[in-house]
Nanobody, 114 residues
Framework: QLELAESGGGLVQPGGSLRLSCAASGIIGISVMGWYRQAPGKERELVATITRGRSTIYADSVKGRFTISGDNALNMVWLQMNSLKPEDTAVYYC?????????WGRGTQVTVSS
C-alpha cells in the first residue's frame, strides 16, 4: 500500500517562501508525483507534477514562482514556493501515480497572510 507523508506547510507573509516535502513509502516504481491544492469553497486544482523522466507541468498561476523537484527514484518530491501570495492559501496535497492508480496524502495547510 502506497503511503504519502507531507510536511513543510505553515503561515508565511506575502512575498515569503515555503518548501513542501512529500515522502512516498510502500511501493516502488511510481511514475508521477505532484502537488494539488484546495482552497476553501473551491475545487482541488493541480499545482505541479513531475514524472520519472523529469518532465514537469505547472499551473499558470504558479509558473515562475514555484519549482517542483524529486529524487532519482521518485520516492521524494519537493515544492519550493517563492513570492507567495494570499491567493496561494490552501491545503496542499501530495499526489502519486503508480500503474493506473492515484494516491493522495492527507494534506498540509499553507496560509499566506500578513
Amino acid at each position: 500500500q502506497l503511503e504519502l507523508a507531507e510536511s513543510g506547510g505553515g503561515l508565511v507573509q506575502p512575498g515569503g517562501s515555503l518548501r513542501l516535502s512529500c515522502a512516498a513509502s510502500g511501493i516502488i516504481g511510481i511514475s508521477v508525483m505532484g502537488w494539488y491544492r484546495q482552497a476553501p469553497g473551491k475545487e482541488r486544482e493541480l499545482v505541479a507534477t513531475i514524472t520519472r523522466g523529469r518532465s514537469t507541468i505547472y499551473a499558470d498561476s504558479v509558473k515562475g514562482r514555484f519549482t517542483i523537484s524529486g529524487d532519482n527514484a521518485l520516492n521524494m518530491v519537493w515544492l519550493q514556493m517563492n513570492s507567495l501570495k494570499p491567493e496561494d492559501t490552501a491545503v496542499y496535497y501530495c499526489y502519486a501515480r503508480w500503474t493506473s492508480n492515484g494516491y493522495w496524502g492527507r494534506g498540509t495547510q499553507v496560509t499566506v497572510s500578513s
